[in-house]
């Protein structure tokens, strides 16, 4: 036990001694010698029993799980963990359910804003094939996604705390409803003392702020109009038995941890590089003191669906035994690693991932950083020519 901690604190950069310094941080030497000390330090941690599979995950390896419905939910890192399922889709040369590039929202990467799959907003398969993945921004249904995707596909969604999706929000949409029609210096913070004055009329889907989270998770119109309890619970219990696993932005790496032992996916498949993220923005004029607060009263529906999933991730986590723990610290270390050296331009050489009990060697290239940089309209249409022959289909 003591060797395994210590080992731990090792691969954690927690180890302040010269050793470790000239073992793990060469000052000196050529890459490649650089690259092959990491390679032996990582095989060290392997074989130190860090990463020996527990009872629950012995025997032969299981298949694993290729057929993806993911909810893409607006403004919750959704662009980072779709680019994982992009990535694990184009290497294996899956097809992906895409809108038509031409389509009322006015963006290629988008199938809807307003509802869930239809036959009419998205393109068939190519002949002879089915879909495989879906992981572009739709409305979830039950039914829509059962009706065109294949019967073993694994339902994932991704969802964020509350306030800093409304603020995230606020700050990349600029709804009208809120900054175009209330005067003074913080009307993001006027709307909340009185929303229901400014929301827009008509579909809920109009709304960014009223819960946009449950909105596209498919709530009942009701529980937003006047929040029912039981209503609210109803629908959790029914996601629950349909959402193999629900991504929390805040604990995004325990989270695709948590998806790759469950999908039985290796740990090339779920490294990433953050994206979308929004620069230089500037959040004193979006909120005041007690805003956070007001948020809650309003928007109770996203609330309960946060905490609901927050338990349920919780509990998720420890049926996986401490062997999820170490696998969590092993692959944290090797994320940054990896984003090390794909920000590093003059390298140019692989870098070499042994092969751990959590799975098999790899490596990583050029190449696989500018895949998990590419941008998602990039992507998509890089996908759309593949699978359709034109970027304009």
């Known amino acids: 036990m003591f060797s395994i901690i210590g080992t731990v604190l090792v691969l954690l950069n927690i180890s302040a001694t010269a050793s470790y310094r000239s073992r793990f941080l060469p000052d000196t030497g050529s890459l490649a010698e650089t690259l092959q000390q990491y390679k032996l330090a ?65 963006y290629a990467n988008i199938i809807s804003l307003r509802e869930s799959l239809t036959e009419n907003n998205i393109l068939p398969p190519p002949d002879g094939k089915h879909y495989d993945i879906l992981c572009n921004h739709v409305f979830y249904t039950k039914k829509a996604f059962s009706h065109f995707m294949p019967n073993d596909t694994a339902f994932i969604a991704i969802i964020r705390e509350p306030f800093e999706l409304y603020k995230s929000i606020l700050n990349y949409f600029r709804p009208r409803y809120i900054f175009n029609k209330i005067d003074g210096e913080f009307p993001a913070s006027q709307f909340l003392r009185d929303p229901k004055k400014y929301e827009p009329p008509g579909r809920l889907s109009g709304s960014w702020t009223n819960s946009r989270m449950a909105i596209e998770f498919g709530f009942p119109e009701s529980v937003f109009r006047e929040y029912n309890q039981t209503a609210v619970d109803a629908y959790l219990a029914k996601l629950d038995k349909e ?54 009263q309003y928007a109770k529906v996203d609330y309960a669906l946060y905490t609901f999933f927050y338990r349920r991730l919780r509990e998720q986590i420890r049926a996986e035994g401490s062997d999820y723990d170490d696998e969590l610290l092993a692959y944290k270390e090797l994320r940054k690693r990896v984003e090390d050296y794909c920000f590093q331009n003059e390298v140019t050489i692989p870098m070499e991932v042994p092969e751990t009990t959590w799975g098999k060697a790899f490596q990583v290239s050029k190449a696989d950083c500018a895949d998990m940089r590419r941008g998602e309209l990039d ?15």
């Open 379 to 393: 992507f998509v249409t890089r996908i759309r020519v593949r699978q359709y022959g034109s970027k304009d289909i």
């Open 42 to 106: 990582y095989n060290e941690v392997a074989e130190s029993g860090i990463g020996k599979v527990s009872d629950q995950h012995a025997g032969l390896p299981q298949q694993e799980i290729q057929h993806v419905a993911f909810l893409k939910v607006h403004k919750a890192a959704s662009s980072t963990a779709q680019n994982i399922f992009m990535r694990f889709g184009w290497r294996r040369n899956s097809t992906f359910v895409l809108s038509p590039a031409k389509n009322p929202s006015g």
């Open 243 to 296: 959402f193999r696993v629900v991504i929390l932005a805040e604990y995004f790496e325990d989270s695709v941890v948590l998806l790759r032992r469950l999908l039985h996916w290796q740990t090339q498949d779920i490294l990433f590089l953050k994206q979308n993220v929004a620069r230089n923005k500037d959040e004193t004029k979006l909120s005041k003191a007690f805003d956070r607060d007001f948020y809650k």
